[in-house]
């Protein structure tokens, strides 16, 4: 069993549907990140969170550090939102990504 | 334009040759790090570099070998790789580095490398 694990693995939607992306960790942290990967390979940094509730336009991250879950919210979805969202660990001595969700947008 | 290029961006290799891989960031940064990103798989953190010296090292073969002659470049050096390192090659960088923490990373657009 993966330390960080996302669900789901697989997500599509139509364009203005609100997304929750999940990501649950069973070890401690100092923080979380959420990444975004579009195809062909890059990656852009959209959170990073130790506690509460962070927004950005449309992107609202949360994150349970008792329950040992975070989410990650998507508003108002856009075919332009399509990609897979990775969800990575920060524990004491290492950094600990999720195998990611793959997330298309229908027009 | 996310500050961090990669060069080549597709690679095809033979198991018995030597490659190299480049990276250089125009932030200002003073980390870097190499990341390996196979089909299937979650990403995995190869080496971090804090001011040109190595911090991390995760259990890499050694026919990886990284160089970082300054804060601005990064290089991956390839010798007699095999069929399964064929992934997705990331670099990234960030402000600082501190053990224990991970900040904001910038990242580059990646180098698809095939081992025949």
């Known amino acids: 069993k993966n330390e960080v694990e996302q669900s789901p693995q697989n997500l599509t939607a139509q364009e203005g549907e609100f997304i929750t992306i999940n990501c649950s960790y069973s070890?401690?942290?100092?923080?979380l990140h959420w990444l975004q990967q579009h195809p062909g390979g890059g990656i852009v940094s959209l959170f990073m969170?130790?506690?509460g509730k962070k927004k950005h336009g449309r992107l609202i991250a949360t994150i349970n550090i008792q329950e040992k879950h975070s989410s990650l919210h998507i508003t108002a979805s856009h075919p332009r939102d399509s990609a897979v969202y990775i969800c990575?660990?920060?524990?004491?001595?290492?950094?600990?990504f999720g195998t990611g969700t793959r997330l298309q947008v229908f027009p | 334009e996310t500050g961090v290029t990669q060069t080549p961006r597709h690679l095809v290799m033979g198991m018995t040759n030597k490659k190299s891989l480049k990276c250089e960031q125009h932030l200002g940064h003073n980390a870097m790090y190499w990341y390996k990103q196979s089909a299937k798989k979650p990403l995995e953190l190869m080496f971090v570099?804090?001011?040109?010296?190595?911090?991390e090292n995760n259990s890499v073969p050694s026919r990886f070998s990284p160089e970082c002659p300054n804060s601005s470049h990064l290089f991956l050096h390839l010798h007699t790789l095999q069929p399964e390192d064929s992934a997705l090659y990331l670099c990234?960088?960030?402000?600082?580095?501190?053990?224990?923490?991970?900040?904001?990373?910038?990242f580059g657009p990646g180098t698809r490398l095939t081992v025949l």
């Open positions: 570099y804090s001011l040109e010296e190595r911090v």
């Open positions: 969170l130790s506690s």
């Open positions: 070890v401690g942290i100092s923080a």
């Open positions: 990234a960088s960030s402000q600082d580095f501190l053990a224990g923490q991970y900040n904001e990373q910038f």
């Open positions: 990575a660990a920060v524990s004491p001595d290492k950094l600990i």
